[in-house]
């Protein structure tokens, strides 16, 4: 089983540059969501999708994009990447949308915007 | 903003249970809380929810208050590789009263000492 998959694990990146951060999932998972942490702020809510076609924002979206055009993928899109976006990106998914349904995490994109 | 308070940070002998607090005194009637933890910068690991009665799982028990204003993280027999964050959080009720959005808190850090 593999779960939530995050790629790429490392991504170092210039200011003004872009780029996607790739989330899949192999469960079937209707909900998803991403998140960013930094030390000493735990983890943020960025953007989640309750299925196909419906994404919302969460705490800190902005300067971040997200789509789902399928159950399984979930990207992150930086448009044009600043400083204050290095952090630890987390995605996450869950069975659905309802408030029983544990989130299960991938292990992370570590990213640093020189 | 998290909707709940822990103690930064705990210590615990190596065997014994580890017993870690958690105040939600603005929880609402239909969300769940649920405890997470975080080792060294792995994902969050999903240990345990619940929604009003007790609940127990082969990593854990969770004790919740009558009024569900607190509950207790119980970690039976704690192991040095139980050291990590933990992240207590009530899962949030979006737009539709059935989604779920899960807000993380600073959460605790549990040292489990030899």
């Known amino acids: 089983n593999a779960g939530v998959t995050q790629t790429p694990k490392f991504q170092v990146l210039k200011t003004g540059q872009s780029m996607t951060l790739q989330c899949a999932q192999d469960m079937n998972h209707e909900y998803m969501s991403w998140y960013r942490q930094d030390p000493g702020m735990g983890l943020r809510l960025i953007h989640y999708s309750v299925g196909a076609g419906i994404t919302d924002q969460g705490e800190v979206p902005n300067g971040y994009n997200v789509s789902r055009s399928t159950t399984e993928d979930f990207p992150l899109r930086l448009l044009s990447a600043a400083p204050s976006q290095t952090s630890v990106y987390f995605c996450?998914?869950?069975?659905?949308?309802?408030?029983?349904?544990?989130?299960?995490f991938g292990n992370g994109t570590r990213l640093t915007v020189t | 903003d998290a909707k709940t308070t822990q103690p930064t940070s705990m210590d615990c002998a190596e065997g014994r249970a580890a017993n870690l607090p958690c105040n939600h005194s603005?929880?609402?009637?239909?969300?769940?809380v649920y405890w997470y933890r975080q080792i060294h910068s792995q994902g969050p690991q999903y240990i345990i929810h619940g929604l009003k009665n007790n609940e127990t799982n082969e990593m854990a028990s969770l004790i919740i208050t009558e009024d569900r204003k607190s509950s207790t993280l119980i970690l039976p027999h704690a192991t040095l590789r139980d050291t990590a964050v933990y992240y207590c959080?009530?899962?949030?009720?979006?737009?539709?009263?059935?989604?779920?959005?899960?807000?993380f808190g600073q959460g605790t850090t549990l040292q489990v000492k030899p």
């Open positions: 603005t929880i609402s009637g239909n969300e769940y």
């Open positions: 959080i009530v899962r949030v009720a979006g737009r539709s009263s059935n989604t779920g959005k899960l807000i």
């Open positions: 996450a998914s869950s069975y659905s949308q309802g408030l029983s349904s544990p989130l299960h």
